[in-house]
């Protein structure tokens, strides 16, 4: 039988995700950004405590909703729980882009921004991060104009790492009267900055948070959206019955019960950060500074060739020589010995360019 396939001229036009790397476990996972320790043991003991009747139930929202807001110190109709963070993204689209609009970025970012306009068919601006990844200021001011429907903004930004803060935000918000600004706040806990206490004075201002980094419930994927009440009830409109899964609300909830689990994790992360760049300094390799549980790191000409070295040892970093320069990799902050097992590794394999018998030009 003949058969045209109605399809939408924006899904011809994009090809199918591919999972960046399969086989992961097991390994030194530092290319996801996860968190390796994993998560709170009183998240498995919740999980153990499911029943059968419970899983055969459709998931209840109320509730759980209501631990989330506490959690986040927001009212329940400020919080819209998602399916992962990914999701919290994807309901701008719904919302409030029309195919052949527009939405502003800053870029290198996280790609599921483009990955969504994609398929609503939406056009995208970028603007770039700075020779040292500064945020783009007046870029943005400069896009704002235009009328993008949506400004995304991961802060601190994923693979650079920056961090903006209070006066940068005050103006784009103040610049952006016709245009949602989503702060993707994925991994804002490594950076003692929120932009949710704003949500009550902006109301063009959403938050979208994620409980896979910190609470290490990737597997799990639960994300939020948080915005004054009446905006986020626009956003309320354009959602499935039951976006998210009862495992995840009860991991969730678990994971928020313990809150210091989070916490020497995240001190973890910001003592493995700073020590982690001073080693790398050492050895001549330039990072950025970063806000997040991650770090950048310029490597030169001689890193894909040392990436691919790593990864035969079992060691998995993100390498972004593709779309940032050759020798560019994000490297996730993993446990103590995993960070010492890369150093070591790093020592071991890396030969630094040279040209003609010089030592490479840092700085
Ligand atoms: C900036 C940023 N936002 C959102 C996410 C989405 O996280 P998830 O879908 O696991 O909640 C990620 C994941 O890496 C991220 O880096």
Not at 85 to 110: K, Q, W, Y
Request: proline fraction near 7%; hydrophobic fraction near 45%; include cysteine.
């Amino acid at each position: 039988m003949k058969v045209r396939l109605p399809v939408r001229q924006a899904i011809l036009n994009r090809r199918t995700y591919e999972a960046p790397a399969e086989g992961r476990a097991g390994k030194v996972r530092l290319d996801f950004n996860e968190n390796t320790s994993g998560c709170s043991p009183a998240v498995r003991r919740a999980l153990a405590r499911l029943t059968a009747k419970q899983l055969a139930m459709y998931p209840e929202y109320q509730k759980p909703a209501e631990r989330m807001a506490r959690y986040f110190r927001v009212c329940p109709e400020e919080l819209l729980l998602t399916n992962g963070g990914d999701d919290a993204l994807r309901v701008f689209f719904d919302t409030f882009v029309d195919p052949s609009t527009s939405i502003l970025i800053c870029e290198p970012t996280f790609p599921m921004y483009r990955y969504w306009a994609e398929i609503a068919g939406a056009q995208v601006c970028a603007v770039r991060y700075g020779a040292n990844m500064e945020f783009p200021m007046e870029e943005v001011l400069k896009g704002l104009p235009k009328n993008p429907r949506v400004l995304f903004i991961a802060n601190p930004n994923n693979p650079t790492g920056t961090l903006i803060r209070e006066k940068e935000l005050r103006r784009i918000l103040e610049a952006a009267t016709e245009t949602v600004v989503v702060m993707d706040e994925a991994y804002s806990e490594f950076s003692d900055f929120s932009a949710l206490p704003w949500i009550h004075k902006y109301p063009q201002l959403f938050v979208a948070r994620t409980f896979s980094k910190v609470a290490g419930l990737a597997a799990l994927r639960l994300g939020a959206v948080i915005g004054c009440a009446d905006s986020l009830a626009l956003v309320r409109r354009a959602m499935p019955p039951y976006p998210v899964n009862l495992a995840a609300l009860i991991a969730a909830e678990a994971a928020a019960s313990d809150p210091a689990r989070m916490r020497a994790y995240v001190a973890e992360v910001k003592r493995l950060r700073a020590w982690f760049a001073t080693e790398l300094c050492g050895l001549g390799v330039k990072t950025y500074p970063s806000a997040g549980n991650f770090l950048l790191a310029d490597f030169g000409p001689t890193g894909p060739a040392l990436f691919r070295k790593l990864e035969g040892k079992g060691i998995l970093l993100r390498d972004r020589s593709k779309d940032m320069g050759n020798g560019f990799v994000r490297i996730t902050m993993g446990t103590s010995a995993e960070m010492q097992q890369l150093l070591k590794a790093i020592r071991k394999e890396w030969k630094p360019a040279t040209r003609n018998g010089a030592a490479p030009k840092l700085d």
